[in-house]
């Protein structure tokens, strides 16, 4: 039996069989936990579908994370079918590509600062909002997506690192709201992965091949490692962990200072 079994999740963010947030949906799976899926439109229900038929989940909605009238929807859903709800992970960030390229200046525009804030940032406030009442004397568990760019600056990354600087600081503050409801938040810092959703990204293969040569552990985290973490921090091993940023980088952020060939030093 495993350590996620009787709970019931929500996963928000997958976007194919790569995605993060499909790692977590695996592992969360693996140990026994039901499963709801969202999509933000049908060229992603195409994918997200059979996906989430394929372990068995039942209720997959559409979401649009900067709409409160779909929130509201969603929640109705899940109220109607399971009553009350366990965990909540939200995978969700976006900036438009332009504003992920060349120079932070340049690249980031009114528009493109207040876009990556409320589909990065703001939505899971509002999902929070949202499942808080269906965790009501449950050991309620919220997990979001960060990356090193919320804490420090990183080539191409731009806006995006702005908009996760804020997610971080939203999951300290709902931790703080919400602890007395027994509802914990955190957040896992991830090392690079190829997503859909980091294709975005300026320069990500030079990321990639950066960090595998000087991490302490000389390879790239994969969606696995990443999703084994957030099982743990959503089930009750992890029931005195809140309001923290795990980093799941193989000990990159940890480095000050590495040469790929040691025989350099």
């Known amino acids: 039996m495993g350590f996620l079994t009787g709970k019931r999740a929500l996963i928000v963010g997958v976007a194919t069989n790569r995605s993060i947030a499909w790692g977590i949906a695996e592992a969360m799976h693996r140990e026994g936990a039901e499963l709801a899926f969202t999509y933000a439109n049908e060229k992603f229900k195409e994918r997200v579908e059979p996906l989430a038929l394929?372990?068995?989940a039942k209720l997959i909605l559409p979401l649009d994370v900067t709409s409160d009238a779909q929130i509201d929807a969603v929640f109705k859903s899940i109220t109607r079918e399971w009553g009350h709800i366990d965990i909540l992970v939200h995978a969700v960030a976006y900036a438009p590509r332009e504003a992920l390229a060349g120079g932070f200046t340049e690249a980031t525009s009114r528009e493109a600062f207040a876009t990556a804030h409320d589909v990065s940032s703001y939505s899971l406030t509002a999902l929070a909002r949202g499942v808080a009442p269906l965790m009501q004397g449950r050991a309620g568990a919220?997990?979001?997506?960060?990356?090193?760019g919320a804490v420090r600056s990183l080539p191409s990354y731009n806006v995006m690192g702005l908009a996760k600087a804020s997610l971080e600081a939203n999951v300290r503050f709902l931790a703080y709201d919400l602890g007395p409801q027994g509802i914990r938040v955190n957040g896992i810092s991830a090392g690079p992965i190829k997503t859909l959703a980091a294709a975005g990204v300026g320069g990500l293969r030079k990321m990639l091949a950066h960090v595998a040569a000087v991490a302490p552990l000389r390879r790239n985290v994969t969606?696995?490692?990443v999703g084994n973490t957030a099982a743990f921090l959503c089930s009750e091993l992890a029931a005195g962990i809140t309001g923290e940023i795990?980093?799941?980088d193989g000990g990159y952020s940890t480095v000050g200072m590495s040469f790929a060939d040691q025989s350099e030093a």
Request: net charge negative; proline share 0%; glycine share 6%.
């Open 223 to 225: 969606t696995e490692d």
């Open 54 to 56: 394929s372990i068995g």
């Open 246 to 248: 795990v980093y799941v």
């Open 142 to 148: 919220i997990i979001t997506l960060s990356y090193l």
